[in-house]
């Protein structure tokens, strides 16, 4: 069973807007945040977005601050990402990441929120097209 599963991913085109939501099974445990990655094709999977349930932080790259919203329920283990005034570089295959106490430690995260190496479940990602 995949731990994370995503949907929402589209073609639109560029100004429009677009929701991913991710859900983590049944099978994934102790998850204190999660967080959204894209790869573009060629390009090394980037940190989008995280949301820490302990503290109800959130981060953003510097690509998408004003445009995308991280959201969720931690208690339901789902995150959603509200993308607005979309750019065709926002293209990519999105993942969904959950980072958990029997992985990684919080203080970890906290520290390394933008790297994958903090994150112990992932989704096997929704497609983002974006035309200009």
């Known amino acids: 069973q995949v731990p994370l599963v995503e949907s929402g991913g589209r073609l639109v085109q560029a100004g429009d807007s677009l929701k991913l939501s991710c859900v983590a099974s049944?099978?994934?445990?102790?998850?204190?945040?999660m967080g959204w990655f894209r790869q573009a094709p060629g390009k090394e999977r980037e940190f989008v977005a995280s949301?820490?349930?302990?503290?109800?932080?959130?981060d953003y790259a510097d690509s998408v601050k004003g445009r995308f919203t991280i959201s969720g329920d931690g208690a339901k283990k789902t995150v959603y990402l509200q993308m607005n005034s979309l750019r065709p570089e926002d293209t990519a295959v999105y993942y969904c990441?959950?980072?958990?106490?029997?992985?990684?430690?919080?203080?970890?995260?906290?520290?390394?929120?933008?790297?994958?190496?903090?994150?112990?479940?992932w989704g096997q990602g929704t497609q983002v097209t974006v035309s200009s």
């Open positions: 990441g959950a980072g958990s106490a029997l992985h990684r430690s919080p203080e970890y995260y906290y520290r390394n929120y933008a790297n994958t190496q903090s994150y112990a479940y």
């Open positions: 049944e099978d994934t445990f102790s998850i204190y945040a």
């Open positions: 949301i820490s349930w302990r503290s109800g932080s959130t």
